[in-house]
Structure formats: structure tokens, C-alpha cells
């Protein structure tokens, strides 16, 4: 089939959008083009066998409980993994689908006399929500929500765990078909640990890297960093290739980003920058000013090195999904450092 996309005058672009999706899904080829999310580099086409997409739809749609009376809401990108799979979730429950154009607020487009039992949301969607009350509350309503693609900021987590209704978070990524493991959010079964679902299997490497054993046969070797807990439970600690070396200090990007979101609401990432002495340094990129003696202050007790030595007013980029695009972060930070220096 071309790359190039049909043309639907009487549709919106989600609805072409998903005309082209379920084009190649009824195409006679056995797989299916997609592209990686790209948050540490450029995104990789790689090729999926719809039949483990199948598999993959059948074990959540069994996990979630989604009933052919459901309405499944999809405000997603359709390129996205996370989005093709709702599409197949909704196909095999037989499940009522609602498109919305994806946007950082979806309930922008949402009619209020409609009722949403199950919805994908990524926590940048998640954020914007929590700005307004009314808003916040018609997510309450809806019975099933799932998180993913990025951690929830630390100043949600609280609230999502009084909230009524059911509030997962998911580990998953486009060579696993989305989620393989859900930590629950809500409720008094909230949980800080991320369980597997039925026949997937989550193990750990002697460098604390996650293996994952899909149910089709499969095993992927990810760069996440994972602490493993004897009633198979699991946390993500960070990525390899979110390391930041300081003189010879391995430092978790991921583990400062935790710590800072903990005290502030400020948009931020921290990354690595050059440093003469050091090699590489750690650098908070952020379009709002942070107080020196504050980040001394929070980081400091936990561990000095966290401290950044750089403090660098810009806008945090994000690639499409609502993730940090931490390519583009180093970049900056880089590009910051060089301009320091010729001055």
C-alpha cells in the first residue's frame, strides 16, 4: 500500500487517520508498519506480526473487563502504538469506539452527555486535565483509566490516589505492543510496584536491565533500569541511557527528576551538559526561574551531586506522544554550553 495517504473530504483528520490505520490492518500483509516512539533518538520503523497485536488486544481486553456495551474512548495519535492498540481493544471486545482529535486537554472535544468507561491518556494529557476542576472531575467519571508512555508528575499521584474510580499506569513500549505490566493508582489497592499481566514475565539482567517474555514467544531486552520485589513486582529506576557521568559519578536522570517534582510544578528535565573538569554535569532546562538555594536545599540531604551545575531558561521540548525528547534536551544544553564559552 502507498505511504502516501488517501484523501476523505466528508472526514476529520482523526477519523482519516484511523481509516488509514484499519486500511493496513485489513491489508492482506501479515505485518504491520510502525514507528518507535523516538525519546532517546530517532523514531525506528520496525515491523509487527498483527497476530501478537491480537494476542496483545485479547489479554488487556480480558484485564480491563472491556464489554461489548462499553464505549472506549480514543484521543490519542494514531501512529502511536498506544492508540492502535485501543483500536484493536475496542475491535476484539466489540466495544462501542469514540474518536477525538488528541490534544494536551481531550476533554476540550468530549460531549458531556457522554459516558466513558475506558480511555488512554498520557500524563502531559493528564497534567492539563488537572487544571481544571470541571474537567478533573468528568475524569473521575470515567470508569477506567490508563496512563502511559511517561511517569505521572509526583504532585498528581496524590490525587489520583483518592480518585473513585479505577486509575492504572502502564510499562509497556512499541516492541512489547504497548503495556505488559500495570501499577494501580487509585483506590486502597494503590500500589508503588508495576505487576505483569497474563503471560508476560518481567526479569532483570546482572545490570538491573528489564527482559521482557511476551506471550507469543518473544523476549526484548530494554534499557530500562528495574528494581525486582519477591512478590514479582517491579519499579522502574530509570534508563541506561539516562545516565549522567560527572567526574566518574553515575547519575540517574530519572532519580533527580523524581526528587524535584516532589517540591515543584514547574514544567523541567534535567540532562546532561559538557563540563571542562568533570565531563559531563548535570543541567535543569526550564522556561521558569528555580531558586539556587532551594535546589541546595532539596538535593543536598539525598545527594550533592544531584545539584545542577547549570540552570538553563527554556522551554522543555516533547515529542508528539507528551514525552520529554530528551535528544533535543542535550542538545540544547550543549548548544547553551558552547555559546557560554565563547563569551
Known amino acids: 500500500m502507498s505511504d502516501q495517504k488517501k484523501e476523505y473530504p466528508h472526514m476529520t483528520s ?3 487517520d484511523l481509516e488509514d490505520f484499519l486500511s493496513l490492518w485489513f491489508s492482506p500483509s501479515q505485518d504491520l508498519p510502525t514507528y518507535t516512539s523516538g525519546s532517546t533518538g530517532s523514531p525506528s520503523l520496525i515491523h509487527i506480526d498483527k497476530r501478537n497485536m491480537l494476542q496483545s488486544a485479547a489479554i488487556s481486553v480480558r484485564y480491563f473487563n472491556i464489554q461489548p456495551q462499553d464505549t472506549v474512548w480514543l484521543c490519542l495519535p494514531m501512529h502511536t502504538i498506544a492508540a492502535r492498540m485501543l483500536v484493536l481493544r475496542s475491535i476484539v471486545a466489540k466495544a462501542r469506539l469514540l474518536c477525538t482529535r488528541p490534544q494536551t486537554n481531550p476533554f476540550c472535544d468530549l460531549p458531556p452527555s457522554e459516558g466513558i468507561d475506558f480511555v488512554s491518556l498520557t500524563p502531559h ?5 488537572a487544571r481544571s476542576s470541571e474537567d478533573w472531575e468528568r475524569l473521575l467519571q470515567c470508569k477506567q483509566v490508563l496512563l502511559g508512555g ?3 508528575p509526583e504532585n498528581l499521584l496524590a ?6 474510580n479505577k486509575i ?3 510499562y509497556g513500549m512499541t516492541e512489547t505492543l504497548s503495556h505488559v505490566a500495570i501499577r494501580k493508582l487509585s483506590g486502597v489497592d494503590a500500589s508503588e510496584r508495576f505487576y505483569t499481566l497474563p503471560g508476560y514475565h518481567v526479569r532483570q539482567d546482572s545490570d538491573c536491565r528489564a527482559i521482557i517474555d511476551l506471550p507469543w514467544g518473544q523476549t526484548i531486552h530494554s534499557n530500562d533500569l528495574i528494581e525486582q520485589f519477591p512478590d514479582k513486582g517491579f519499579c522502574i529506576k530509570g534508563r541506561v541511557d539516562n545516565t549522567i557521568n560527572s567526574g566518574g559519578v553515575k547519575l ?9 517534582s516532589q517540591h515543584s510544578s514547574h514544567a523541567f528535565c534535567i540532562c546532561p551538559a559538557p563540563h571542562l573538569s568533570l565531563g559531563q554535569c548535570v543541567a535543569l532546562l526550564s522556561p521558569s526561574d528555580w531558586d539556587p538555594q532551594l535546589l541546595d536545599e532539596w538535593l543536598r540531604p539525598i545527594n550533592p551531586y544531584y545539584i545542577p551545575k547549570l540552570i538553563i531558561r527554556s522551554e522543555v521540548p516533547l515529542l508528539s506522544n507528551g514525552k ?16 557560554q564559552c565563547k563569551k
Request: charged share 25%; hydrophobic share 40%; net charge negative.
Open 14 to 16: 482523526i477519523e482519516q
Open 125 to 129: 494529557q493528564l497534567s492539563h486535565i
Open 252 to 260: 540517574q536522570i530519572e532519580a533527580i527528576e523524581d526528587l524535584l
Open 159 to 164: 490525587r489520583l490516589q483518592t480518585a473513585p
Open 324 to 339: 520529554i525528547d530528551r535528544t533535543r534536551a542535550s542538545a540544547l544544553a550543549e548548544n547553551w554550553y558552547k555559546e
Open 168 to 170: 492504572y499506569l502502564s
Open 150 to 152: 511517561a511517569p505521572v
